[in-house]
């Protein structure tokens, strides 16, 4: 299996010398193959990896009919190199009515959104991980089972689960966002803190999940027909409805408003200035359904970092000693990397 990339080295990704390079970057001057995105998924085989090269010029969306692993620098990197590899909406689409593109993942990325394929089958076993959703419109659109969402921050929108089962929302950040339309009992909606200012409502037409170990702040947990779900060791502050469960929910351990007490946050909005760990004098420490924290420090899933990195080997910074050399004298360089968690 190859492996098609658009990082160059100081792009801060280490190139893996087995596999098979093909270098795309929109950068002016840069000496990729491909200046593409579109051009790089159009000669991907199924089951390949593309790497974005970051760049001040967003590469746009994408269509995929294919299962690929989509990976990216980060929304924002903490590397010499700090360019963002930035897209528009990528849309799953099929092949012969069969999910070409189910199994793909996308990681470490700014982006518009993800739109699964509404036709048969629909489009499966999607993972979206670490990745900086833009604000407006909607975020995602869920055409199948199997849809996981994992330390993401999402921006204003909604992500659409239509109904679908066995979709989990994991240590995410919905800043202004919402779920809507989920009405099975495999979706799980765990360790996420839900930010905005009221009358905001964190979901829409949801039902029968299983809602656990979530902090919702300014967020309201009551939103329009929010019926028979569970609600477990969750924590509500300063939302226009704190108190759950309510009407035909059920659930228990939850904190009601209470200051989740962060170490560092001021508002009821995503910041990168601000620090969404718990202080130690936080009521959900310790406080999870599973013994750990509530929030996104928790869970299964906890995220490592505000910066999006995948969590593959990383060069953080690359330095040439000898700039100018005679023809036939070696080029000396000093690489600083680590593996990113």
């Known amino acids: 299996m190859k492996q098609i990339s658009s990082f160059l080295v100081a792009s801060g990704l280490s190139l893996f010398a087995s596999a098979t ?38 590469y746009g969306g994408a269509v995929i009919k294919k299962r690929l692993t989509l990976i990216g620098t980060g929304h924002k990197p903490n590397k010499v190199n700090t360019l963002v590899s930035q897209l528009g909406t990528i849309t799953l689409d099929t092949v012969s009515a069969v999910s070409g593109a189910s199994g793909t993942k996308i990681i470490g990325f700014s982006l518009n959104g993800v739109t699964g394929y509404g036709g048969t089958g629909g489009t499966k076993n999607i993972r979206i991980s670490r990745n900086y959703f833009v604000a407006g419109g909607t975020k995602a659109v869920v055409t199948s089972k199997g ?3 994992e330390n993401n921050i999402i921006g204003s929108g909604s992500v659409n689960v239509k109904n679908n089962a066995s979709i989990i929302f994991r240590n995410n ?121 509530v929030g996104i420090y928790g869970g299964a899933m ?30 000396r360089i000093i690489i600083k990397a680590n593996k990113q968690n």
């Open 147 to 149: 849809w996981t969402f």
């Open 302 to 331: 906890p995220f490592v970092d505000m910066t999006g990195s995948p969590a593959i080997p990383q060069i953080k910074s690359l330095g040439i000693l000898n700039p100018l050399i005679p023809a036939g004298d070696s080029l």
């Open 21 to 58: 390079v093909i270098t795309v970057s929109n950068n002016i001057n840069s000496p990729g193959q491909y200046n593409n995105l579109q051009a790089a998924v159009n000669a991907a085989s199924n089951g390949d990896t593309i790497y974005v090269h970051g760049s001040p010029t967003n």
């Open 173 to 293: 950040i919905f800043d202004n966002s919402y779920i809507l339309s989920s009405n099975q009992p495999t979706v799980i909606i765990s360790n996420n803190i839900f930010l905005g200012g009221s009358p905001l409502t964190a979901f829409s037409l949801v039902s029968n999940a299983l809602i656990a170990n979530n902090i919702f702040s300014g967020s309201s947990p009551k939103g329009t027909s929010t019926d028979n779900n569970t609600f477990s060791n969750n924590i509500t502050y300063q939302t226009a409805y704190d108190t759950i469960p309510f009407g035909t929910n059920i659930g228990s351990g939850n904190i009601i408003a209470k200051d989740p007490k962060y170490k560092n946050v001021t508002a009821n909005n995503f910041s990168y200035a601000f620090d969404f760990a718990l202080d130690t004098i936080s009521p959900g420490l310790n406080a999870g359904t599973d013994g750990k924290d």
